[in-house]
């Protein structure tokens, strides 16, 4: 079976988005309708030019929200905006999409395997995905995962890579089997240290040999009952655009970790050394740095658990309101590896606080739902200021936080504007 998907709401067969189609009879309005979405530059696009979403067979809009940001169309990455972030589970047209390579095409589940090597097995081993899901429990959690750059276009000076906002973060339900459970089963020595990923994806050179990126977890997270390969994504099959038709899940740690399209892993008896693991690739500086500073290599650190962070998702900002009525605000919370203890806004700018009324997680490293009830003293322009605190008594900085080369970890608390009239 080829995983094929066709947008629901529209009815767009894959055929129709073939590239000769667009080519005889294409018009900008006519290709952001079928992408469901405005082409970013598309003023300035020569005529009968035809922009990298619709040039594969595949059309990774599909079935997105139509709200989502196209943040860059190669590799293709696709951001939320925070009101489309407002369901506990998010649901996959809402997810945001962050690629380093080319989505891989053609992909037949039935003959997908996943071998296990490295230092420290006792000796290599492969699976099919179909004896995974026969050999093993099957776990079902929801799990954060939160791009390590998340926020970045908060930064200044301004660090390159996607300008993610607020949106490159969901929470959605992975269904699959433990990692832990395969590890007994494949027999791993004790002097095991790291667990890294390789995917199906292509490098955007086109060059075969070239690896797009192959990250992963210490041995210690690699072990955690949360850390899953997983197949399905909130009860179906993984869609093609977030790692069908198998993925390592490793919610709590930057998504980069939660390697898509898995097809091996690699028990490393030390930390693994894969594409995108070294220099100021998900790396921060061990102690704070001057914005714009250069540092050393050796001065660098992996990033391991996200921090503590929130999110409002319902009002949109700029909503418009009444003065005598109480505004129901809502959204998220969450802390990596941690739980979150305690939600408060602001909004008088951080002088007083209230607190929220706020879940638990459904399970370990879900994230969790607050909301609280709002009334304002005058008319006027105001903003509401979220700040959640983890169970280790650390909160969100109001401002945004310590830079660092590649503008990674801003978890500063998220403002909305809202008038009162
Ligand atoms: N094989 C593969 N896995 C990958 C990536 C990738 O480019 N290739 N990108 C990583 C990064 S940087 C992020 S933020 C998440 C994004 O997951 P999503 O597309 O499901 O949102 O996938 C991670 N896993
Ligand atoms: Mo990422």
Redesign the pocket.
């Known amino acids: 079976m080829s995983k094929t998907n066709k947008n629901p709401k529209k009815g767009i067969e894959k055929s129709q988005l073939k590239r000769r189609d667009f080519l005889q009879k294409s018009s900008i309005a006519v290709l952001s309708s079928f992408l469901g979405a405005d082409i970013i530059h598309a003023a300035t696009m020569p005529e009968g030019y035809v922009p990298f979403a619709l040039q594969a067979d595949f059309n990774p809009m599909d079935g997105k929200s139509k709200d989502m940001i196209v943040r860059n169309e190669k590799?293709w990455n696709v951001e939320a905006v925070p009101h489309l972030l407002n369901d506990p589970v998010t649901p996959f047209p809402n997810?945001?999409?962050?690629?380093?390579?080319i989505i891989p095409e053609d992909i037949d589940s039935s003959i997908w395997t996943l071998t296990i090597s490295g230092e420290s097995v006792k000796a290599e081993k492969t699976y099919t995905l179909e004896a995974l899901k026969k050999n093993f429990k099957h776990y079902s959690y929801q799990l954060v995962?939160e791009?390590?750059g998340n926020g970045r276009a908060g930064f200044y000076p301004p660090a390159s890579g996607n300008q993610w906002e607020e949106g490159?973060v969901?929470c959605s339900e992975w269904t699959g089997i433990r990692l832990k459970d395969l590890l007994a089963d494949v027999g791993i020595n004790s002097d095991a240290v790291y667990v890294g990923y390789y995917?199906k994806?292509k490098h955007l050179s086109g060059d075969e040999s070239k690896v797009?990126?192959s990250r992963g977890v210490p041995i210690s997270k690699a072990l955690q009952d949360e850390t899953l390969l997983a197949w399905a994504l909130n009860g179906e099959d993984i869609p093609l655009?977030?790692?069908y038709p198998l993925r390592l899940v490793c919610g709590g740690y930057?998504?980069?970790a939660?390697?898509?399209?898995l097809n091996k892993l690699v028990i490393r008896n030390k930390v693994h050394d894969g594409e995108k693991m070294m220099g100021d690739s998900y790396r921060v500086p061990k102690y704070p740095v001057a914005p714009g500073e250069k540092v050393p290599d050796e001065d660098m650190k992996i990033i391991e658990s996200m921090p503590v962070k929130s999110l409002i998702a319902y009002p949109k900002s700029g909503a418009m309101f009444g003065r005598n009525k109480t505004l129901k605000v809502q959204g998220h919370a969450w802390a990596g590896e941690n739980e979150v203890r305690e939600m408060e806004v602001s909004i008088d700018f951080g002088a007083t606080w209230k607190k929220c009324i706020l879940k638990k997680p459904n399970n370990r490293l879900a994230w969790q739902q607050w909301s609280v009830e709002l009334s304002f003293p005058e008319t006027g322009y105001y903003e509401v200021w979220a700040k959640a605190t983890d169970d280790q008594g650390i909160s969100q900085p109001m401002v945004i936080p310590g830079w660092n080369p590649k503008g990674y970890l801003n978890n500063a608390c998220h403002r909305i504007a809202v008038k009162v009239s």
């Open positions: 590799p997810i945001f999409i962050r690629n380093n390579g995962l791009c390590g490159a969901y995917g994806d797009v990126i655009q977030h790692g930057p998504a980069s939660s390697g898509k399209w």
